[in-house]
Structure formats: C-alpha cells, structure tokens
C-alpha cells in the first residue's frame, strides 16, 4: 500500500481513494485482482507480503464485488 498511495504512486496507480468498486474503477480492481492472484504483487521483496488465506479473500471480495 505505501507504494500507491497520496505520496507515492508506483506504476501510476493510487489506492488512496480508492474505495468501492463502480463503473469507474472496475477496470483498476480487475488489474489489481489479477496482479493479486498471481502473485504478481505486492513484490516478493516486500517484508510483509500477504498469506494465501488473504489473496483469497482479497480476491474473492474483488470478483464479487466486480459481478
């Protein structure tokens, strides 16, 4: 999160605001699912990556909420 937020926005992508997911972020969280599941982020370099358990419920959340 510290490398998309208000001071800091990796890759162009901010989470700051981002809230709900709706017409004009759907293709953002699609984008954030996909990297998520495939584990593509947060970087594996990162000290406090997220669990599987987490990607799952993250993802999960974000494929209901995207139906």
């Known amino acids: 999160m510290s490398c ?6 990796e ?12 017409v004009d972020s759907a293709e953002l969280w699609k984008r954030i699912w996909e990297q998520v599941s495939l584990k593509e982020m947060p970087p594996r370099d990162e000290s406090d990556l997220p669990g599987g358990m987490e990607r799952l419920r993250l993802s999960t959340w974000i494929t209901d909420q995207l139906q």
């Open 4 to 9: 998309h937020g208000a001071d800091a926005q």
């Open 11 to 22: 890759g162009d992508v901010s989470f700051h605001n981002l809230a709900v997911v709706d």
